[in-house]
């Protein structure tokens, strides 16, 4: 069957054949396709279902119909749409009551984060715009759970505020066709409200600060790694160091 690069990807991408995806693997699949098949038992629609792996050794995903940002710079209007916050807490609530009562195996390796234990979850950890998919007008779920591991689900949450708030560096959110930064504190807000977060906004705001700190550190802590490193290359965690100057002032 033929095979189709999809557009988009910030490590090794997909191809799509048929109604599959196929991707690259790490000694993380094995976990993922753990989490992913869980999610399919508890009927969970928004996310991709694990199908094994192709003779090539690559994974086998079903393919998420529906629209993505792929490449596009600046973003499509619909990422930066009011709605679309409500959508994205709802789909991270949704997700975060799914995975709740999963416990991965002991011997679960992630490629992000320490070993699980009761009162973590395992977060998307990625659940940004690039890992979307938007299908009849609506956020249908998200792809690419190369990230996910062992975090408290603020962590997830605040990975999500960062993303869609948005809360990046003015710079990089101007590239992606963000503008209305005087909406940011309510739009931050709404997010939360959407997501049923029962603490204060400003709270989630230090977790915000925390994330973005430890995301930068951790690229530059594995730039040994030859996607890492590309990555401090391309100036990630210089951005993300900007992020956090720029947040000082950053009241909710
Ligand atoms: N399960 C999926 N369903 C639909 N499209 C997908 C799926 N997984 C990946 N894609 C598409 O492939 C592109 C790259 O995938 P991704 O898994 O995010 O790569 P990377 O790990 O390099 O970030 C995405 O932009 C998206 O368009
Ligand atoms: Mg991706």
Avoid: C
């Avoid at 991270?92 to 992630?110: C, G, I, N, Q, T």
């Amino acid at each position: 069957m033929d095979e189709e690069r999809l557009d988009g990807g910030n490590t090794h991408g997909a191809v799509r054949v048929g109604d599959t995806v196929r991707r690259v693997t790490g000694e993380w699949t094995p976990a993922v396709h753990d989490l992913l098949a869980h999610l399919e038992s508890k009927g969970f629609p928004g996310a991709p279902r694990p199908l094994g792996f192709d003779g090539e050794g690559r994974e086998v995903l079903s393919y998420l119909e529906g629209e993505t940002v792929g490449s596009a710079k600046p973003w499509p209007a619909w990422v930066h749409a009011a709605g679309t916050l409500d959508e994205v807490a709802r789909w991270l609530r949704a997700y975060h009551d799914a995975v709740a009562d999963f416990v991965p195996s002991p011997e679960a390796v992630w490629r992000q984060g320490g070993r699980w234990a009761p009162g973590l979850i395992i977060g998307h950890n990625d659940a940004a715009p690039y890992n979307a998919v938007r299908r009849d007008g609506r956020l249908a779920g998200f792809f690419d759970w190369d990230f996910a591991g062992p975090v408290t689900p603020e962590w997830d949450l605040a990975f999500v505020a960062f993303s869609w708030v948005p809360l990046h560096a003015r710079s990089v959110v101007v590239a992606e066709g963000f503008t209305d930064f005087a909406a940011r504190p309510l739009r931050f807000r709404r997010l939360l409200d959407a997501y049923g977060w029962a603490g204060r906004p400003a709270e989630l705001l230090d977790v915000v600060r925390g994330r973005v700190k430890a995301h930068a550190e951790g690229i530059r802590e594995r730039a040994d790694d030859p996607i890492f490193g590309r990555l401090l290359q391309q100036g990630v965690a210089a951005r993300l160091d900007q992020a956090l100057v720029d947040l000082a002032d950053f009241r909710v």
